[in-house]
């Protein structure tokens, strides 16, 4: 069972940087792919981006140019690097990975709040 902890959430000013943190315990995640939602008051969870063990990384349209995904296998982290936030970038970041069997885990939420 792999568990997931974000951090790094908080409050910023649009045009501002904020770096997501997501933490694997549990199970070496190193070959997995894993990716960052997001869930807007009223909305549903959306990708944002994700990247593959051969750190390939893929984005929303919303945040290409904007949002960089990487990792550190010897961390167990994965990160999602924020720049020249908006408010419409306000949500709850959640951390995913893609396990085998196509199951997946979740982490608990950071809150990332931009401040026009």
């Known amino acids: 069972q792999v568990q997931l902890v974000e951090s790094g959430g908080g409050l910023a000013q649009a045009g501002g940087s904020l770096r997501l943190s997501c933490i694997a315990s549990?199970?070496?995640?190193?070959?997995?792919?894993m990716e960052w939602y997001r869930q807007a008051p009223g909305n549903e969870r959306k990708l944002v981006a994700g990247?593959?063990?051969?750190?390939?990384?893929y984005y929303a349209d919303a945040v290409k140019g904007r949002f960089t995904i990487s990792r550190d296998n010897a961390k167990n982290t994965v990160y999602l690097q924020m720049n020249s936030l908006k408010p419409e970038d306000t949500a709850v970041y959640y951390c995913?990975?893609?396990?085998?069997?196509?199951?997946?885990?979740w982490g608990q939420g950071t809150q990332v709040t931009v401040s026009s």
């Open positions: 995913n990975v893609l396990l085998a069997g196509g199951k997946t885990s």
């Open positions: 549990g199970s070496n995640v190193s070959l997995n792919q």
């Open positions: 990247i593959t063990a051969s750190r390939r990384s």
